[in-house]
DNA sequence: TCAAAAGTGTTAAACGTACACCCATGA
DNA sequence: TCATGGGTGTACGTTTAACACTTTTGA
């Protein structure tokens, strides 16, 4: 059995070649014409859910390894990837019996019994142009897709928790620091970037409002050109100042929230 | 030799009882008197310092691990504790040579070279008032004590950019959270819970302006006494009140930054 | 009686919020 | 020509920041 016999070599190297006890998960946003998701996979031969997730090699960094599994997993790379919280809890495994759902794998004991225990598990979120994206299932999943935010099932483990906390972070983090550099094209319109926000915060601004804020920080370029082919007033082209969008990631400027 | 005898024996228990490739640090702020220090461990036989750290049992939530440490460190429990950020840089132990400092705990080549590995590292912050705790070294360090803030020196592996990323933490923290209530006696006065948040934030605060925002908040009770004995006019008494200030820490309402 | 700390209130500036009108465009 | 989306400015209310005088107390 092929499968079988790949799965084996697959443990066999994240025995050897990386970290024991320290897992990575990943909570995937996509953004995509005014809609928030999250890449969910699902368990092999099961109808259960869960996030994407990694592990770290002996000589890589945490975030690279981060970021690996994060291409791994879509394709993409030159994202947004924050670290935003640590799960250790004995229990957290517990949700779903992890020993029941690992043992759809069709693992033998021993290895099931190592795969079983707890491990502690660095969270991070991305945000992505899901439209970009090309989900991949791995060699425990099935099946790898979108996921609307209000529409998320029970998800194995403490998942649906780390979906909560990154949500909650990512919005808190849109109060300290611009966002949209690798989310939208290089060229897009104030309306593109209030979309953007309104997604994310799951909640619509004031368009004027927003407009004033946004160019009170100096980050945004207005260029010559408009927007046209669109069926209504051709919008203003803005590009983001690179030199002052760095600086008020440095600085963590008070944005909207 | 009972110190190798012990150590060996400590070596032989972390191996069997506690998750691998893991560990905790610990940046502890000490209050008191208008000061904010940090809790730093001297290492064996040099002159290096570091913060305290420990590491998670298997059948231990990583939070209760934290605490653990915390105790042991300091003899106090009840307080606040905060994870902040987790580290997993390659590089992260050789700031100075790790390896060159274990070996200065006479330890046998094999256990050394455990020992030099990268672990992936969650840090956590605690604030406690000083002058309740009980500084106690560990099996690899001589000497346990307070520095001042702005005197940390220069600190083994990565540990004054985990100081550094703490105490940013921990002044956002301040923004969203009210805070104090393990670190103030149960009655205390306006100026001193003033003269907590003026320590924390590095920066003074105007007296009138400060009272209006905290009594805003409603999580403080105005008692009948007033402090007596000080040299001039006696301040009110306050207290905080449970309900609320719970109340206020779930809802992250926005506070004073 | 004086110095030092604590109690209290007002005013101006900044900021955030709400809101309305005109313009361009393709259907 | 009209419906829709986009561009722009003003006015109000709330919040924050700056600031001064009086009271109490022990030295």
Redesign the pocket.
Known sequence: MEYQKELKRLIFDLKTNYLPSVSIDLVIFGFHDGQLKVLLLRWKTTDKWCLPGGRIRHEENMEAAAYRSLRERTGLSEIFLQQFHTFGDVDRYTHFSRHDTLSKLGLPEEDLKEFASRDVSVGYYALVEFAGATPTPDLFTDECCWWDIDQIPLLLFDHNDMITLALKTLRRQLSYQPIGYNLLPDKF????LQQLYETILGQSL????F???ML?YGILE?LEE???????????LYRFNKENYEKALRDEI?F?G
Chains 1, 2 share one sequence.
């Open positions: 319109t104030m309306p593109d004031d368009r004027r409002n407009q004033k804020r009170g207005r408009r927007k046209t082919g669109g069926a209504h007033k051709a919008p203003y008070l909207v």
